[in-house]
């Protein structure tokens, strides 16, 4: 499922809820966790908190990848911006590392990174996540600069399903990835070699 464009207002027992959920599904999976112990860990009293704050458990899940995911999808923007402005023969590949990289800096950059990571890992598994929902979405700017770029560079047109498909394999490699780099204390593989690795896997994808 894709995050909420819209989401409401942050108030501390909310972001306790999120925070909860998000560590727990990284440590248990997001089917092993049930509502009245997210609802512990966030030391809420009333037992319907998340229903309260979020309707139901596909609500706090969408709400949870929403936490983090505006920010990288700031990074991504600043990236495709000065993408813009190289040569052809860079802008590519330029293109193809703004797939990976924001994912990378938030993992190894925010305290909670590596639980978020462990998290969305296994939300994209989930058959009503739809990463092609995300591109769409207006309200994610770096996402639709991503988009725009792709197009531009790509090298044939494609179908709306083949597009689609092609965006989902991509969004599952990338997370799966470095998913994976972080399970194994971001290694054995180097920061620079996992994000070119990647990102020249998501050229082959988006690009061909």
Known sequence: ???????????????????????????????????????????????????????????????????????????????????EALPASARRMAVTRATVEPLVAEAEGHPDGPDYIRFVVQAVQRPDFDPAAIVANKSYPGFVALNAAIARERMAPWSRGEAEQRIRISAQLTISGVADWVAHDFGPMKREALIAALARANEAILLS
Do not use: C, W
Not at 6 to 11: G, L, N, T, V, Y
Not at 12 to 31: E, K, W, Y
Not at 36 to 57: E, L, R, T
């Open 1 to 83: 499922m894709p995050p909420k464009s819209q989401p409401k207002p942050a108030d501390p027992s909310r972001l306790r809820l999120v925070d909860a959920a998000t560590r727990l599904f990284a440590q248990h999976g997001i089917d092993g966790v049930a509502l009245k112990d997210i609802v512990a860990a966030a030391g809420q009293k009333n037992q319907s908190a998340v229903q309260y704050h979020f309707g139901d458990k596909g609500g706090l899940i969408a709400a949870a990848l929403e936490a983090r995911f505006r920010v990288i999808d700031a990074r991504r923007l600043a990236q495709i911006a000065a993408a």
